[in-house]
């Protein structure tokens, strides 16, 4: 398969689960192990958590490539392409790259079905973690960065023995999947741990603290804290922090190439597991652990634009907006919102907690099946100085920079991964499929 073919498969496997499928490892691990299981051919760093899973995996893989580790980055979900799910020595995966990886995955899943060892073909997310792995041994990477795409237990990923891992703040979303309340969703993400395995945990509520530690104790791993910050840190003009941490004895200046101030929460985490890894045989000095200056995560509190300054941000559930909120007041911006949800997204809420900070708002919704309709958000955020709705992200954006230049105020895109892709299309004039 060349690259558009290779899309074309991938896509028609569908986005969603299919009906009489449930979630489970063995359709994945009979893929792999087709495949020549090649998740075992590189040692791997496993992060799950609700929010800021990908940032600390983004962080990790940054200092790792600075350590002289030939790296490898998997991440969930992608904004505009497939490729930006696979990083090799930091760059995402060329086409051709990806095309020959889902050529094997798809080649192997053929056999499988041929033989009636699988019932149907694996998931998208399965036959893409497959792929992934694939093309990682491939480009013979010696560490690789895995992000859970969702929950931990259950997810595709979760066939790793890696070599350490950490869990990120645990919040209330997917909940038709991962239960109801934050002690299910926290037992969810800690079926990542096993026997043997060290763990940084990001500060997490009493409820799924406690829920972690009674199954890190169950499983036989270590739960460790964050490294220790020194001191308090600094904000600059554009909302980075800096600030000093201690790193195997002595302290470390650092400033992480995110904005915002849980993004100092992320660095701390990240710190901690490069310490998981020096004493597991992989050492990380201290100069290269200060190389998460170097990381850039799309989608995160991202500038696309100026004149007005164009912000994108995927806060898709309530504690990615209550941490967007912070920046914002921190900063002291009040922007006009371009916000649009998933209809499965708890927008209400999320529209509670960003509608005092907004100037104005311009109603959308990407272009996903599940998307929100602007009408119906509109009821949600009818408070506001001024509401408007657009049919599409272009003309939202249009008109929030309008709104945005009378008023001397940043632009903010939100709400949905999907949009936050969109409008990085739009304004970077990056698309590549």
């Given at each position: 398969m060349d690259y558009a073919a290779s899309l074309e498969y991938l896509h028609a496997l569908g986005w969603e689960l299919r009906a009489g499928a449930k979630f489970e490892l063995r359709q994945v691990a009979a893929l792999l192990a087709e495949l020549g299981d090649p998740q075992r051919a590189f040692a791997a760093v496993h992060v799950a958590g609700t929010n800021g899973k990908g940032s600390v995996a983004a962080l990790l893989a940054a200092a790792l490539q600075a350590a002289g580790y030939r790296t490898g980055l998997y991440t969930s979900p992608h904004l505009q392409r497939p490729t930006e799910r696979i990083r090799i020595a930091g760059e995402e995966i060329a086409p051709a790259e990806f095309a020959a990886a889902m050529t094997a995955a798809a080649a192997a899943t053929e056999r499988l079905l041929a033989r009636g060892t699988l019932p149907h073909p694996p998931s998208f997310f399965e036959t893409l973690t497959a792929a992934g792995f694939w093309a990682l041994r491939a480009a013979a990477v010696q560490l690789a960065v895995v992000e859970v795409g969702m929950g931990g237990r259950l997810d595709a990923t979760n066939v790793l023995q890696p070599v350490a891992a950490a869990i990120t703040p645990v919040g209330l979303d997917h909940e038709k999947y991962l239960g109801a309340t934050l002690a299910a969703i926290a037992?969810?993400?800690?079926?990542?741990?096993?026997?043997?395995?060290?763990?940084?945990?990001?500060?997490?509520?009493?409820?799924?603290?406690?829920?972690?530690?009674?199954?890190?104790?169950?499983?036989?791993?270590?739960?460790?804290?964050?490294?220790?910050?020194?001191?308090?840190?600094?904000?600059?003009?554009?909302?980075?922090?800096?600030?000093?941490?201690?790193?195997?004895?002595?302290?470390?200046?650092?400033?992480?190439?995110?904005?915002?101030?849980?993004?100092?929460?992320?660095?701390?985490?990240?710190?901690?597991?490069?310490?998981?890894?020096?004493?597991?045989?992989?050492?990380?000095?201290?100069?290269?652990?200060?190389?998460f200056a170097d990381v850039a995560w799309p989608g995160r509190l991202e500038k696309l634009a100026a004149h007005p300054d164009v912000y994108v941000d995927g806060a898709h559930n309530p504690a990615a907006a209550r941490a967007l909120a912070a920046f914002l007041d921190e900063i002291g911006w009040?922007?006009?919102?371009?916000?649009?949800?998933?209809?499965?997204?708890?927008?209400?809420?999320?529209?509670?907690?960003?509608?005092?900070?907004?100037?104005?708002?311009?109603?959308?919704?990407?272009?996903?099946?599940?998307?929100?309709?602007?009408?119906?958000?509109?009821?949600?955020?009818?408070?506001?100085?001024?509401?408007?709705?657009?049919?599409?992200?272009?003309?939202?954006?249009?008109?929030?920079?309008?709104?945005?230049?009378?008023?001397?105020?940043?632009?903010?895109?939100?709400?949905?991964?999907?949009?936050?892709?969109?409008?990085?299309?739009?304004?970077?004039?990056?698309?590549?499929?």
């Amino acid at each position: 398969m060349d690259y558009a073919a290779s899309l074309e498969y991938l896509h028609a496997l569908g986005w969603e689960l299919r009906a009489g499928a449930k979630f489970e490892l063995r359709q994945v691990a009979a893929l792999l192990a087709e495949l020549g299981d090649p998740q075992r051919a590189f040692a791997a760093v496993h992060v799950a958590g609700t929010n800021g899973k990908g940032s600390v995996a983004a962080l990790l893989a940054a200092a790792l490539q600075a350590a002289g580790y030939r790296t490898g980055l998997y991440t969930s979900p992608h904004l505009q392409r497939p490729t930006e799910r696979i990083r090799i020595a930091g760059e995402e995966i060329a086409p051709a790259e990806f095309a020959a990886a889902m050529t094997a995955a798809a080649a192997a899943t053929e056999r499988l079905l041929a033989r009636g060892t699988l019932p149907h073909p694996p998931s998208f997310f399965e036959t893409l973690t497959a792929a992934g792995f694939w093309a990682l041994r491939a480009a013979a990477v010696q560490l690789a960065v895995v992000e859970v795409g969702m929950g931990g237990r259950l997810d595709a990923t979760n066939v790793l023995q890696p070599v350490a891992a950490a869990i990120t703040p645990v919040g209330l979303d997917h909940e038709k999947y991962l239960g109801a309340t934050l002690a299910a969703i926290a037992g969810e993400k800690a079926g990542i741990l096993k026997p043997g395995l060290a763990a940084v945990s990001s500060p997490q509520t009493p409820e799924a603290a406690a829920v972690l530690a009674a199954r890190a104790q169950a499983a036989g791993a270590r739960l460790l804290p964050p490294a220790e910050m020194l001191g308090a840190p600094v904000m600059d003009a554009e909302g980075r922090f800096e600030f000093r941490a201690r790193y195997r004895g002595e302290a470390i200046r650092l400033r992480p190439g995110l904005r915002g101030r849980h993004q100092v929460e992320n660095a701390l985490t990240a710190l901690r597991v490069l310490e998981v890894l020096s004493d597991r045989g992989w050492p990380v000095a201290a100069e290269a652990a200060a190389g998460f200056a170097d990381v850039a995560w799309p989608g995160r509190l991202e500038k696309l634009a100026a004149h007005p300054d164009v912000y994108v941000d995927g806060a898709h559930n309530p504690a990615a907006a209550r941490a967007l909120a912070a920046f914002l007041d921190e900063i002291g911006w009040r922007p006009v919102l371009v916000f649009g949800a998933m209809r499965d997204k708890a927008s209400g809420e999320i529209a509670e907690i960003l509608l005092p900070r907004a100037r104005a708002v311009v109603l959308t919704a990407p272009g996903h099946p599940r998307a929100l309709s602007p009408s119906a958000l509109a009821a949600q955020f009818g408070a506001a100085e001024q509401v408007e709705t657009a049919a599409d992200l272009p003309r939202a954006v249009a008109r929030a920079r309008e709104l945005a230049t009378a008023a001397a105020a940043p632009v903010l895109v939100t709400g949905s991964l999907y949009l936050v892709g969109e409008a990085r299309a739009l304004l970077a004039g990056d698309g590549r499929g």
